[in-house]
């Protein structure tokens, strides 16, 4: 088995306010989108577990998933998540991705 790194984008929504809306993005390895998606929802419930209970959010887990940056008043649509291979928008190998500016 493969792993790669993948991103998975999760469009967010202040609960208070519906107007205000995000994206909070998760990145780690994985063997395919769909591994990607359940790490990533594994790991936001594990930070929002120990957030609710006054405990510290968990670092990074061995497979580099890890939750930071919680948004406490916040809902993730997990159900319009999306997940695929993450692409370093710094790489100087992105191919057809045009000129670096520095």
Do not use: C
């Amino acid at each position: 088995m493969r792993l790669r790194t993948y991103e998975v984008d999760v469009p967010i929504h202040d609960i208070t306010n519906p107007a205000r809306k995000g994206q909070h993005v998760f990145t780690g390895e994985a063997d395919s989108p769909t591994t990607a998606l359940w790490r990533a929802h594994e790991v936001y419930d594990a930070a929002l577990i120990a957030h609710t209970a006054g405990l510290e959010i968990p670092g990074k887990q061995p497979d580099s998933w890890g939750a930071r940056g919680l948004r406490p008043g916040w809902a993730l649509d997990w159900p319009a998540a999306k997940a695929g291979p993450w692409h370093n928008p710094v790489s100087w190998t992105r191919p057809n991705r045009g000129d670096i500016a520095l």
